[in-house]
């Protein structure tokens, strides 16, 4: 197992009955020039330490948009959302976890290694540590050697491995992921994740993924989330059977295809609401 | 040294087109002298001849053609000339008369240069201002383009004099002027610059609890450092143009607007054309020397330059 010395001293308490992240009556409608969007509507949902929860639906499902404000990026219009037992914004400031984009981000001037220090550079980490962090986040994601490398000297699935890198840098406890091999070829998805998963394994991270594929959702999580549109709401929460350890081949298992089944039967369902 | 040949090309296409303008543009002056030389001319009156255009009185004349093209005191200098002219003043005077280019070049290009880097600071300034202040946003920029609507030919007198009367003379004024004129391109390149990381870059910043002071030095100013050497190379040769334009309605004695006005009163345009050329070649130089800072610069970075 895999610990990158976390402060022992952490002021972010953990929530009581192991919710990591707690979400109650969750509202949030954006004003648009064209009316009010209802993004998520009355959405209860509990995320306990250690659980891999995928959130899938339709695009306009609210399911980035409910990531986001678990990260502090989108303010709630109503409900509560507590993150480690305080408010996103806290856990936010607390940097309580690590966020991985639809797209890697990466900043173009920085090396590889030199954007995996960036979160680092800005929380104050002492340079010596640094070093030693990003060598250690490179190879959890199999990129040891492309340290010195510029990104565009990396494929777009590289660039992913190094972005999410970034996100585990500076160990923060929770893990949320937009979309994050949304733009990748379903070869290279495969491939990054079940490395995500083994790394989910080592790391025993809590993880939040957003997707839109339901093999992946099925593949990945301990938990799935089934979200639907207009309003944005969730309409079920599959926790899975599936064992933990999980060879791409379990895909092809009744087992899988049965989950992979309510969850399609779950996406239906939100469509028929309209 | 792709760019070489297609630079050729439309340098040659100017100069062919110059070659060919100066037999018609100087055909007149040429005929009212050769025929004050005793040279045969048709038709034989200046009265006459101004019946006919440049290129028609040309080509009735074709045995002056040679003549065009080393006129004392031509409408339009032939390109030897000119490059005679400059090679006279820039390469066998010394520098420190008043008759050297390089003198003349040197009086411009302090103004220049010195109006460039109040110009390009305050543009910085002005650009990050603009970009981290509401306020600043709505109430400068405006100003900013507002600024560049007045002729700087109307205004440059106008501040030299009122300088002049403050008992300011000499640098200052013209780098003001050209000042002025360049730090506009450098607050719009800078502003476009500061605000070109895009959304994920932003919010990945606000996810480390980054504060603004973070997110200028580790995200917006390297991500505005292409922009901000096409705002230089702009900046420059407007500093320049505008250190001349300071230097033309105000009876300046030295500099390259000097020379200009000098050879146009006196009826030396070779005196002209000389400090035109120059007054290019510096620009472009000037211009030449940021491509090579900024392709340096952006390949340290580790950005492809385009």
């Not at chain 2, 105000?250 to 000097?258: D, E, I, Q, R, V």
């Amino acid at each position: 197992m895999l610990t990158l010395d976390r402060n022992s001293a952490d002021n972010t308490p953990k929530a009581s009955a192991g919710a990591v992240i707690s979400a109650e009556g969750l509202d949030l409608t954006f004003q648009t020039n064209d009316g009010p969007i209802h993004a998520l509507k009355d959405v209860n949902l509990d995320i306990h330490a250690g659980d891999f929860v995928s959130f899938i639906g339709p695009s306009g499902c609210g399911k980035t948009t409910f990531l986001r404000v678990m990260a502090d990026l989108e303010q709630p219009t109503g409900g509560s959302v507590t993150v480690n037992g305080v408010s996103p914004e806290d856990a936010r400031k607390s940097r309580a976890y690590g966020y991985v984009f639809q797209a890697a981000g990466l900043y173009p001037w920085r090396t590889i290694g030199g954007n995996i220090r960036l979160p680092l550079e800005i929380m104050g980490v002492p340079k010596a540590e640094q070093a030693d962090r990003v060598k250690r986040v490179l190879e959890l994601v199999d990129l040891a050697g492309f340290e010195r490398k510029f990104p565009w000297q990396l494929s777009g699935g590289m660039q992913q491995r190094a972005s999410i890198a970034r996100a585990l840098s500076f160990d923060a406890d929770i893990l949320l992921m937009d979309e994050p091999f949304g733009a990748l070829d379903e070869i290279v998805r495969d491939h990054l994740n079940e490395q995500l998963l083994k790394l989910w394994a080592r790391t025993e991270k809590t993880i939040a993924f957003v997707t839109h594929s339901i093999p992946e959702a099925v593949y990945l999580s301990t938990k799935i989330v089934v979200m639907s549109p207009r309003p944005g709401r969730i309409t079920d929460v599959i926790e899975s059977t599936l064992p933990r350890e999980r060879p791409l081949e379990i895909r092809d298992t009744p087992e899988f295809l049965e989950i992979a089944h309510r969850v399609r039967e779950g996406l239906r369902a939100g469509h028929l609401d309209e | 040294m792709k760019s070489v040949l297609p630079v050729m090309t439309v340098v040659g296409a100017v100069l062919l087109f110059w070659l060919v303008a100066v037999v018609p543009m100087n055909m007149h002056l040429v005929a009212d002298q050769a025929q004050r030389d005793g040279v045969s001319v048709v038709p034989e009156t200046p009265v006459e001849r101004q019946a006919y255009s440049g290129i028609g009185l040309s080509l009735r004349n074709l045995h002056l053609v040679p003549r065009t093209y080393d006129f004392v005191r031509p409408r339009l200098p032939a390109p030897q000339q000119v490059a005679r002219e400059m090679y006279a003043t820039i390469f066998e005077k010394k520098i420190t008369s008043k008759r050297s280019l390089v003198y003349h070049g040197w009086v411009t290009l302090a103004p220049t240069l010195l109006g460039f880097f109040i110009g390009t600071g305050l543009g910085i300034l002005l650009a990050v201002g603009i970009v981290y202040s509401r306020v600043m946003d709505r109430s400068v920029m405006p100003w900013a383009i507002v600024s560049q609507t007045i002729p700087i030919l109307a205004l440059a007198p106008m501040v030299i004099v009122v300088l002049g009367a403050m008992g300011i003379q000499g640098l200052f004024p013209k780098s003001l002027i050209a000042a002025y004129l360049s730090f506009f391109p450098v607050v719009v390149g800078m502003v476009k610059g500061l605000r070109s990381p895009d959304a994920i870059q932003l919010d990945l910043l606000r996810t480390y609890h980054a504060s603004n002071r973070q997110g200028f030095w580790a995200l917006r100013l390297p991500a505005s450092t292409p922009y901000l050497f096409a705002s230089l190379k702009i900046g420059i040769s407007a500093s320049l143009i505008g250190t001349i334009v300071a230097e033309l309605p105000t009876g300046a004695k030295a500099g390259f607007g000097a020379r200009m006005l000098v050879g146009d009163q006196y009826g030396q345009p070779l005196v002209s054309w000389a400090a035109l050329f120059a007054a290019a070649l510096t620009a472009a130089a000037l211009v030449g020397l940021f491509s090579v800072m900024e392709r340096v610069t952006l390949r340290r970075m580790g950005m492809r330059t385009a």
